[in-house]
């Protein structure tokens, strides 16, 4: 079964447009070498052009599941597909990801730090110069383009951390609690700055996260995870259309939808516990 | 006024100094007083020179060779841990033998008519250490979020180590250079010592020289422009330092609080 069960949505929502699979997991399991069960049995379809939050406990396996999506470490059973990607391609070049921590390399301007990528995969200076620039702009960051890491603010940081995603213009943004350290009023800013970015930009973004209301609020979609060893289930279908303001906060259909994911989170993390 | 007070306590133990001297009627030749020593760097400037200029050679190329070699090991020692395990011991043990025990080996090893390249060698020896333990240190010292990104984007051993080690080491490397810089200095000077009689040229031969004769004022010379010598280079490798992390680094950056 890929989810446990599929919850009905608020009466007068209709179901979410399917959309073309972009990324399948099949039975995602991750076990480390000291015996840690990170995750067991994820499947989830992931369609393109959507915005899915993985939501889900501290130590439930988010975060691994972001990484083996990226490539980042092996699976230990099951399997990743990418069923759009042509053979030689892979999914290589199109995916940006972003850290809980900016990790930006302090001995580099903003402008090289964001330029990295493209280095590293040979685009010269002087040719990525325009699309360096671009991306530095769309994160509103112009005038700190020759600046240090050192000399910017949390939220700062983090603004060059997703310009550095943006810059080989992927089309999959995989985002790992990006916001969680920053203070309120710069992650609602950034928040509504990255909703509108991905309604211009169109990439599909998976994006980890232990709050309701952040899941809520930027998301259309959710998949809820139990706590370790971790597994996929709830998939919530948020419909609620964009573009989303700070009003959408108050609305009762907002509130609707965090009662309903803080109940299946809720669920969620005591059904392992009850195995134990 | 890192600078003014320094040089204002020296100028006062000077002071000092000479009215001891002239108290005391202390022999010349048992504690010379800084006018006497003043007067031998001026009527021997030119041997003392010359000296200093031998002395400075083989500093500055035995701390450019150990750099060049330090560095190279550290790289290698950082991509495989294999050779890293199985050399290290073997720097370790460069590191604490005293090159006063193995200068005459290396002196007879390079021929009696080649003392220069004993010193090079006895100088690089003990340079080299610092330069690799700093280095190999900081080029593991990367932020392991960096490394992800660097395997995300598909970055090969080349762009890793040029882009993301190399400056992530850079401080641990200049701290090392500092530490080394003197010991080349002295190691410079221990192994022309050892070399004994006759055939060296640098200030430390000056030294033994001097005092073999007697001529005091003239040793003191030779101790002043030693320290002089050191002095100097300690704070040149700090400016080096400075300028290139003043713009990220926290030991060199200028804050306001």
């Given amino acids: 079964m890929a989810v446990d069960h599929i919850v009905a949505l608020p009466a007068g929502t209709r179901a979410m447009e399917a959309k073309p699979p972009l990324i399948e997991l099949n039975e995602v399991g991750k076990s480390y070498l000291n015996g840690t069960v990170a995750l067991a049995n994820a499947s989830l379809t992931i369609g393109h052009g959507e915005f899915i939050s993985l939501l889900g406990p501290s130590g439930c396996g988010k975060s691994t599941l972001l990484r083996l999506i990226a490539g980042l470490g092996s699976i230990s059973r099951g399997s990743i597909g990418w069923p759009q990607a042509s053979k030689a391609a892979g999914h290589m070049g199109d995916l940006g990801f972003v850290f809980q921590d900016p990790t930006l390399m302090p001995w580099a301007t903003v402008f090289n730090n964001i330029y990295l990528p493209l280095k590293l995969a040979g685009v010269g200076r002087a040719a990525a110069a325009a699309q360096v620039s671009e991306v530095i702009k769309m994160v509103g960051l112009e005038p700190f383009a020759h600046t240090y890491p050192r000399e910017l603010s949390g939220g700062m940081k983090m603004r060059v951390s997703i310009a550095r995603a943006l810059a080989v213009k992927p089309r999959v943004l995989l985002m790992d609690e990006p916001f969680a350290a920053l203070d309120e009023i710069t992650r609602f800013r950034l928040n509504n700055d990255l909703l509108q970015l991905w309604q211009s930009q169109q990439w599909t973004v998976i994006f980890v996260t232990h709050s309701i209301f952040e899941s809520v609020y930027l998301s259309n979609r959710i998949a809820v995870m139990s706590s370790r060893p971790g597994r996929i289930v709830a998939d919530l279908a948020i419909d609620a259309p964009y573009p989303r303001g700070e009003a959408f906060r108050m609305t009762p259909t907002y509130n609707d939808y965090c009662r309903l994911v803080s109940v299946e989170l809720a669920r969620a993390m005591s059904e392992n516990e009850e195995e134990h | ?108 090893w390079v021929g009696l008519d080649h003392i220069n390249r004993a010193l090079l060698i006895l100088a690089t020896i003990v340079a080299f250490f610092p330069i690799l333990s700093n280095t190999t240190l900081g080029l593991k010292s990367v932020d392991h979020n960096l490394l992800n990104l660097f395997d995300l984007y598909r970055a090969s051993r080349w762009q890793r180590l040029k882009e993301l080690q190399f400056p992530a080491a850079l401080p641990y490397l200049l701290g090392g250079i500092k530490i080394s810089g003197g010991l080349a200095l002295i190691g410079a000077v221990v192994a022309e010592f050892v070399a004994g009689s006759g055939t060296g040229t640098g200030l430390a031969w000056r030294i033994v020289e001097s005092s073999n004769r007697l001529n005091i004022p003239r040793m003191f010379a030779a101790l002043f422009l030693l320290s002089a010598f050191g002095i100097s280079m300690f704070f040149l490798l700090t400016l080096l330092e400075r300028l290139l992390l003043r713009k990220w680094h926290e030991s060199a950056v200028r804050r306001e609080n």
């Avoid at chain 2, 083989?58 to 750099?67: D, G, Q, Y």
């Fill in chain 2, 1 to 108: 006024m890192r600078i003014l007070v320094p040089l204002a306590l020296g100028a006062l133990i000077l002071v000092g100094w000479e009215y001891l001297v002239w108290y005391f009627q202390i022999r010349k030749f048992i504690l010379p007083a800084p006018s006497m020593i003043g007067e031998a760097l001026v009527t021997d400037y030119q041997t003392l020179l010359v000296s200093l200029w031998n002395t400075m050679v083989v500093t500055v190329s035995a701390l450019s060779i150990a750099i060049v070699l330090g560095v190279a090991f550290a790289v290698l020692f950082a991509q495989s841990r294999i050779i890293e395990i199985s050399l290290y011991p073997y720097a370790v043990i460069l590191q604490v033998t005293p090159i006063v025990a193995i200068a005459p080996f290396i002196l007879i």
